[in-house]
């Protein structure tokens, strides 16, 4: 089919042309395939399929499935914790693949509230739970992205604990990243071979936190987040030597401070506010809603906007080399402007199609 094409596109495009020889007339036609396999989105759907565990940053629907609709209720939007599509959606249309939560008979397992383990906590499986599900009935496809993202959670129940227990609040940090581990280590071992892993974000930066103005605090939400990461960081290390799979790697953590720094070059103007000031935690509803979520960081006190997903998705697809649209459409167009400026230049013997 792509042969037809290109060959119609040369013959009607160039029809009335003259150049040089069979050689350009093939370096023409190379040019418009290029293109067409770019286009068709072949460059960026090198995975087969994508598949999502984690806690309410990317879950799809399964809390509301699993709550009949209450959580989250409306402001929420459709099953996200957000007022719109969140990075999962994202990055999904980006690959060109669903992203229907697990029980509708999808491939995003995450649940809203999850920890890192295989507890069921409420209506939430947690991490561990969820790959344990996913592996006890299914071969993992080798080609297909995997994306493990949690830590945030427990990073909270840390934080509580610390008041009463700083070393066993630490103990708490070291578990989960030891379950982001086995939780990767079970996936590479039922087959998946390519992983996308975000680390968590800086909870210091969140309104739970920052709105209380309370200096040691932030001191430890920071603080835990950073051993966090760098324990996960080490894992990660560990995890590719030990069983030859690619990480791909997100900084949560420094997109979010960037934001947070500099909300201006994001199109935010409020880093510090949930536009929606509503129950967060048990879903009674009540609040208000801003009239501009789009240039808020957050949605409520804890969860991001779509408008912060949208640039969370945006920088895992940099860091998934998924080329962005403008660049498809600009490389295209360079390829064709490449064919007719060498064929403009065509000075010897001439051979008309």
């Given at each position: 089919?792509?042969?037809?094409?290109?060959?119609?596109?040369?013959?009607?495009?160039?029809?009335?042309?003259?150049?040089?020889?069979?050689v350009k007339l093939r370096y023409i036609q190379s040019c418009?395939?290029?293109?067409?396999?770019?286009?068709?989105?072949?460059?960026?759907?090198?995975?087969?399929?994508?598949?999502?565990?984690?806690?309410?940053?990317?879950?799809?629907?399964?809390?509301?499935?699993?709550?009949?609709?209450?959580?989250?209720?409306?402001?929420?939007?459709?099953?996200?914790?957000?007022?719109?599509?969140?990075?999962?959606?994202?990055?999904?249309?980006?690959?060109?693949?669903?992203?229907?939560?697990?029980?509708?008979?999808?491939?995003?397992?995450?649940?809203?509230?999850?920890?890192?383990?295989?507890?069921?906590?409420?209506?939430?499986?947690?991490?561990?739970?969820?790959?344990?599900?996913?592996?006890?009935?299914?071969?993992?496809?080798?080609?297909?992205?995997?994306?493990?993202?949690?830590?945030?959670?427990?990073?909270?129940?840390?934080?509580?604990?610390?008041?009463?227990?700083?070393?066993?609040?630490?103990?708490?940090?070291?578990?989960?990243?030891?379950?982001?581990?086995?939780?990767?280590?079970?996936?590479?071992?039922?087959?998946?071979?390519?992983?996308?892993?975000?680390?968590?974000?800086?909870?210091?930066?969140?309104?739970?936190?920052?709105?209380?103005?309370?200096?040691?605090?932030?001191?430890?939400?920071?603080?835990?987040?950073?051993?966090?990461?760098?324990?996960?960081?080490?894992?990660?290390?560990?995890?590719?030597?030990?069983?030859?799979?690619?990480?791909?790697?997100?900084?949560?953590?420094?997109?979010?401070?960037?934001?947070?720094?500099?909300?201006?070059?994001?199109?935010?103007?409020?880093?510090?506010?949930?536009?929606?000031?509503?129950?967060?935690?048990?879903?009674?509803?009540?609040?208000?809603?801003?009239?501009?979520?789009?240039?808020?960081?957050?949605?409520?006190?804890?969860?991001?906007?779509?408008?912060?997903?949208?640039?969370?998705?945006?920088?895992?697809?940099?860091?998934?080399?998924?080329?962005?649209?403008?660049?498809?459409?600009?490389?295209?167009?360079?390829?064709?402007?490449?064919?007719?400026?060498?064929?403009?230049?065509?000075?010897?013997?001439?051979?008309?199609?």
């Amino acid at each position: 089919m792509k042969t037809l094409i290109f060959n119609w596109l040369t013959r009607s495009l160039f029809k009335n042309t003259i150049i040089k020889t069979p050689v350009k007339l093939r370096y023409i036609q190379s040019c418009l395939l290029l293109s067409i396999f770019i286009s068709s989105g072949a460059w960026a759907t090198a995975f087969s399929n994508l598949y999502v565990f984690g806690d309410s940053l990317s879950d799809t629907g399964n809390v509301s499935l699993l709550t009949g609709g209450a959580v989250p209720n409306a402001p929420y939007y459709a099953g996200r914790l957000s007022n719109g599509p969140n990075y999962v959606d994202d990055l999904g249309a980006k690959l060109g693949f669903s992203t229907l939560p697990s029980l509708m008979g999808g491939t995003n397992y995450a649940n809203g509230g999850a920890r890192t383990d295989s507890h069921f906590l409420g209506p939430t499986y947690g991490i561990l739970g969820q790959v344990n599900s996913y592996v006890s009935s299914l071969s993992a496809d080798p080609n297909a992205l995997y994306i493990v993202f949690g830590g945030a959670n427990d990073i909270q129940d840390a934080i509580a604990a610390s008041i009463n227990n700083f070393g066993a609040a630490q103990s708490l940090v070291t578990a989960a990243v030891n379950n982001i581990d086995t939780a990767l280590r079970n996936l590479a071992n039922d087959g998946a071979k390519q992983f996308l892993v975000p680390n968590t974000p800086d909870l210091a930066m969140v309104p739970r936190v920052s709105m209380l103005g309370i200096t040691s605090l932030s001191f430890v939400a920071n603080l835990f987040a950073t051993q966090f990461n760098t324990l996960l960081d080490s894992k990660l290390n560990t995890l590719q030597i030990d069983l030859g799979v690619n990480i791909t790697r997100f900084d949560t953590f420094s997109v979010l401070n960037d934001v947070v720094a500099n909300p201006g070059n994001f199109g935010i103007t409020n880093v510090t506010d949930p536009c929606y000031t509503g129950d967060d935690q048990n879903f009674t509803g009540g609040g208000t809603v801003c009239s501009n979520p789009d240039q808020y960081a957050f949605w409520d006190t804890i969860h991001p906007t779509a408008q912060l997903h949208q640039i969370l998705a945006n920088g895992m697809a940099r860091a998934l080399q998924i080329p962005e649209p403008d660049t498809i459409f600009l490389l295209i167009s360079g390829l064709i402007g490449v064919a007719l400026l060498r064929m403009n230049r065509i000075v010897t013997r001439q051979v008309r199609i």
